[in-house]
């Protein structure tokens, strides 16, 4: 049998503890989008006024597990050795206070440098209208590997990807229902809407969930073995 890939990139929000106010990680922490800080088995970087972590991508559900709990503690031992006031939120939905958004820096409220496809028609989705409205969404989105170096855009290999994509995003959102909220909901709303997802060369990043599957090993081994039951069931003789 051939294994599938599996990895994650999650958004995380921060929020004062003594306020509960949200506040923004651009400037605070190392790591971009075109440079990523390296951690142990993942990497760290500021996107936008979330902190974003990246995971080596595994092919079994304890070393999913092993994994994203290791480099998302490692964010955490980042958050506490700069701000010991700060703490890790795990929210669909970030909802910042109006006067101290608008002072942020205008590079830090730039939204989709990358564009997302539709699972459904396979056309651009339009990112969200709310660059300097105090309002930002935390995304758990999820890498599936199966190939590697194909050239995304190629058409076939494009049409792989978007098939992928509308087969196995519903079988997330399926298992999603036990811990998601209204927010995320809301969230979809302006991200993650129509099975949003991005082709890669190895595979495909499905942007449909959200952050929460982060909260409990148990939704965080629903994720993996979700994906996994879903391309194997969708895909019987590609593995």
């Not at 004062?16 to 970087?45: C, E, I, N, W």
Request: one cysteine or more; proline letters at 6%; charged letters at 25%.
């Amino acid at each position: 049998m051939r294994h599938i890939f599996v990895g994650t990139d999650p958004e995380v929000f921060l929020r004062d503890k003594r306020t509960g106010l949200f506040v923004s990680a651009h400037g605070m922490f190392p790591g971009t989008k075109d440079q990523p800080y390296p951690l142990d088995r993942g990497a760290l970087q500021v996107d936008g006024h979330a902190l974003e972590f990246n995971t080596m991508p595994v092919t079994t559900e304890d070393d999913f597990v092993e994994v994203v709990n290791h480099v998302f503690g490692q964010v955490k031992g980042f958050v506490e050795a700069t701000d010991p006031n700060l703490e890790i939120a795990l929210e669909p939905i970030a909802q910042f206070d109006a006067e101290y958004f608008a002072a942020l820096p205008e590079e830090s409220k730039e939204l989709g440098c990358t564009p997302d496809f539709s699972a459904i028609t396979g056309d651009v989705l339009e990112s969200p209208a709310i660059g300097n409205d105090p309002i930002r969404t935390g995304s758990g989105h999820i890498h599936v590997g199966w190939t590697s170096y194909e050239e995304a855009f190629d058409t076939k290999v494009f049409a792989n990807r978007l098939d992928v994509a509308r087969r196995l995003t519903p079988y997330l959102l399926e298992v999603a229902k036990s811990w998601e909220t209204p927010e995320s909901s809301l969230r979809r709303q302006y991200y993650g809407r129509d099975g949003a997802f991005r082709p890669k060369h190895y595979g495909v990043e499905l942007r449909a969930l959200d952050n929460l599957w982060l909260r409990s090993e148990e939704s965080i081994r629903a994720v993996f073995r979700t994906t996994v039951e879903a391309f194997e069931r969708e895909y019987p003789n590609a593995v």
